[in-house]
């Protein structure tokens, strides 16, 4: 479990913070931002005892530097808050082989939405009975994959797949086990980009519009499928547990409402991810996992297993990333920029979403003033911005490291080659050690797609 909501970054020579008149960043104080090993230790950031200089040094920028520790940690929480239930890391935050085995040794299952993500999940060696797989528009080689493998859980997004997975399934001579993604009608408070659960949605079946009881009606007709339970996941990055609550009551009501109609037993009732993080200074808090699980229980017949699928609040503040500045452009009255070696094809969220982030200035301190400053990346678009209003020390020059906190979510899982930027490593760190666990792409490696 985590010690407390906050992380504080200190200095560990001296114990002392000074003015806020003045940039240090062992004033700062985020609030679950900062993975739990940050420390401001001679002059410099530091992430799993290692000094950005040392590994900007060793593996270039821009980096992901990955907090073992603090991955390890926080799915040890999750598992630790539903003992009784499962616990489904939502791997579309982020995934490689490694991962894999950190959730498999964590006792934690996996969910995947690709045929891509499920092959990771195989080479990272994680069981497929333990993997779920989700998806709004599976391809019959997707599904047959998922049977003859052996995935432990499809979850069917519409009448099509029902159909299909029904057809395989029954080839294979096999029963394939289920869930039924239903939309509960929960307008999520989030992005209309990343919320799922309300009526007009692309996913799931409209528990409104009577198409999640047709749904039931026909994978209890379909002889070769198994219906394990019912599924719903209302947003992501929600901070409050009001629309976590309403949901879980809807679907409860209405699994037991489809137990009672047809006199069959749904055991599970799996109510999806979405729990937010702390991104930067005066976002909301968001519960913990043992709080989010005891309001979910308060809704739900506690006959029922419940089962979960953090993403985000597992990965998001795991991670750093560690840009280097290339040019500070001042244009006099009106803004200054300052531009690193990343960008939107390594970060597309502030883009796609408006997602608003901090940085620190993480290589050396400084006594210089204040100013607000914009951060862009090197792309050719006017959009390519991380983050905004920025407070950094006016001496911020060309070859400082800036550090990015809460990056671990829907960063590397989203970057692109765009301008055939090639896209950064995620190195571990762990008590003074590093290493690669996804490697930095080359130049080479585009060039092999070309014929």
Known sequence: ??????????????????????????????????????????????????GVRELAAEFGTPAYLLDEEEFQARCAEWRDALPDGEVHYG???????????????????????????????????????????????????ELRRAVTWGVGCVVVDSFAEIERLALLAGEAGVRQRVMIRVTPGVEAHTHEFIATGGDDSKFGFSLNAGLAAEAVRRVLAAASLELTGLHSHIGSQITDLGGFTLAARRMAAFLLACEREHGVTIPKLDLGGGLGIVYRPGDPVPP????????????????????????????????????????????????????????????????????????????????????????????????????????????VRPGDLLAIPASGAYQRSMASNYNHVTRPPVVAVRDGSARVVVRRETEEDLLRLYT
């Open 288 to 395: 913990r996992p043992a709080e989010v699980v005891a309001a979910l229980r308060e809704a739900v017949p506690a006959h029922l297993r419940l089962a979960v699928e953090p993403g985000r609040s597992i990965a998001g503040p795991t991670a750093v990333a560690l840009y280097e500045v290339g040019t500070v452009k001042e244009i006099p009255g009106v803004n200054t920029y300052v531009s690193v070696d990343g960008g939107m094809s390594d970060n597309p969220r502030p883009a796609m979403y408006g997602a608003a982030y901090t940085a620190l200035l993480a290589s050396r301190s400084s006594d210089a003033p204040l100013r607000e400053v914009t951060v862009v990346g090197k792309h050719c678009e006017s959009g390519d911005v991380l983050v905004r209003d920025l407070p950094l020390p006016a001496d």
């Open 1 to 50: 479990m985590l010690a407390s909501l906050s992380v504080e970054i200190f200095d560990a020579e001296t114990g002392q913070k000074p003015s806020s008149s003045t940039f240090n960043p062992m004033s700062l104080v985020i609030e679950n931002g900062w993975p739990r090993t940050a420390a401001w230790t001679g002059g410099e950031l530091h992430i799993g005892g290692i």
């Open 91 to 141: 791997g579309k935050a982020f995934l490689c082989p490694e991962v894999v085995r950190w959730l498999d040794a964590a006792g934690l299952c996996l969910d995947v939405c690709t045929g891509g993500e499920l092959a990771v999940a195989v080479a990272g060696g994680m069981d497929p009975a333990r993997v779920v797989f989700h998806g709004n528009n599976k391809s019959f080689a």
